[in-house]
């Protein structure tokens, strides 16, 4: 399986840090946070990796390079500097991900678990995605889908942790430009052809520098 991390955002909220810095490139537990990831994912036997890139991508492609020092190869997808959000993203990697069902991971969020699940999980044949769900964190205290059984519903109950898995085929239905994912999922879940988990795990959406230094600190205290 290959996978797929988004460093595309500007990082608004993260402002000033994102100035001059990608918000992947940010820094928790001694090491940026695209690397984390960069590193279960391996763990978890997913060295094939694609990343997109906008807002000042040069600084994650000269950090990160093919990634051979960090044991993977990286494929990079640039997006100019204003980006294609996440749908529009994934649309425009697709000749870099392959025919194969592949795993989708945001990068600039924080999950404290065993990558395995998702890079050992088979998504079932009639579902365009399968994607984990957790529990609301305070500042998101209404969601964004529920489950039903192991179907996704478009009502709030839990939060989108930003990790799936999807088919490739799914996105040809979108031209090439700038597509947000959440209309999509919520199209295929009318068709009841997107599943979920719901992932109990310690997860961070790494939104604001305040929730960077918490995370940081939790970090360096081990």
């Known amino acids: 399986m290959k996978a797929m991390i988004l460093a595309a955002g500007r990082g608004e909220r993260m ?4 100035d001059h810095l990608p918000k992947p490139l940010l820094a928790v537990g001694g090491k940026p946070l695209i690397q984390h990831h960069i590193e279960k994912l391996k763990t978890a036997g997913i060295t094939e990796l694609v990343i ?12 990160l390079g093919n990634g051979s020092a960090f044991g993977v190869t990286i494929r990079w997808s640039a997006e100019g500097d204003s980006g294609l ?12 991900l392959g025919h194969e069902p592949f795993l989708v991971v945001n990068g600039d969020i924080w999950i404290d678990t065993d990558y395995r699940q998702f890079s050992t999980f088979r998504l079932a044949e009639q ?20 489950l039903s059984g192991d179907r996704v519903e478009d009502r709030p109950g839990l939060t989108f942790s ?25 199209q295929w879940m009318q068709e009841q052809r997107v599943a979920g988990s719901h992932l109990k795990a310690d997860w961070r959406d790494i939104g604001t520098p305040q929730r960077l230094h918490e995370l940081d600190q939790e970090l360096q205290r081990g």
């Open 162 to 186: 930003g990790v799936g898995i999807y088919r490739p085929h799914s996105f040809l239905v979108l031209q090439p430009g700038v597509h947000k994912l959440a209309p999509l999922l919520r």
């Open 85 to 96: 959000e996440t749908a529009g993203g994934i649309r425009q990697a697709l000749t870099l």
């Open 52 to 63: 997109n890139h906008a807002w000042l991508g040069h600084k994650l492609v000269a950090y």
């Open 127 to 146: 579902d365009h995605a399968h994607v984990w769900l957790v529990d609301n964190p305070p500042q998101h205290p209404q969601g964004d889908f529920s």
């Open 15 to 18: 402002r000033p840090l994102t």
